[in-house]
């Protein structure tokens, strides 16, 4: 069935520095990658997401990479601030809404040391 | 607007038990999904209802089910309750395509004692 694997499960960046977050997926036929942020008692929320017919997007310090052939896409994030430490989820389905269930990675924990 | 309302957010049930989750969509929205979430499982995808119709399912036995109202209200039940039930339940919904992004509740806390 689907699987997406994402590492790393924790990660601790000084402030300021950059934050890559990696997921690779098994259905060849996903395209659509989601990414979300988890902060503490919350919901997780959109972040940014990309679609296969494109490589790469960004949103200010954010940034997703797309390889299809190699079935892995990565969150980038940039000059990372405190307010980035939460937990982050890749997700990937193949969309359209009769096919559309979503699959989460396991997360990464980021932390942001000042 | 308003957001996703997941009641109640906080549930202690005795094994064996059964217990009726609620989930309020935003308005206009007509897609709503059930995940499961962990520490050691992450996110997992519980089903997907659609205009009453459940469109979607996960990988779950059969003592997890849902359904939705005309108003797009959902619930989710789960029968005879497992310690391994024990989880954060979170809902999601979207305008009609979850692949156009979702907007989740803060989810119900459960534990089974």
């Known amino acids: 069935g689907e699987n997406v694997e994402q590492h790393p499960s924790t990660l601790s960046v000084q402030e300021g520095d950059s934050a890559v977050i990696k997921c690779t997926y098994s259905d060849s036929a996903s395209n659509y990658f989601p990414w979300y942020k988890q902060e503490l008692g919350k919901g997780p929320q959109l972040i940014i997401d990309?679609?296969?017919?494109?490589g790469e997007k960004k949103d200010q310090r954010i940034a997703v990479t797309l390889n299809k052939t190699a079935k892995h896409f990565s969150l980038h994030i940039t000059e990372t601030q405190p307010e980035d430490s939460a937990v982050y989820f890749c997700a990937a389905s193949r969309g359209g809404s009769s096919a559309s269930k979503i699959i989460f990675g396991s997360g990464t924990r980021l932390s942001i040391r000042p | 607007k308003a957001g996703v309302t997941q009641t109640p957010r906080y549930l202690i049930k005795t094994r064996g038990q059964q217990v009726t989750l609620s989930c309020s969509p935003i308005s206009g929205h007509r897609s709503v999904s059930w995940y499961q979430q962990t520490p050691g499982q992450g996110l997992q995808f519980l089903f997907e209802y659609f205009s009453e119709t459940q469109r979607n399912k996960g990988n779950f036995p059969g003592r997890f089910s849902g359904r939705q109202f005309s108003n797009s209200r959902s619930e989710m039940n789960v029968s005879t309750l497992e310690l391994g039930d024990s989880a954060l339940y979170l809902c999601a919904s979207s305008r009609t395509d979850p692949n156009y992004g979702y907007t989740f509740g803060s989810g119900t806390r459960l534990t089974v004692v």
């Open positions: 990309i679609r296969s017919n494109v």
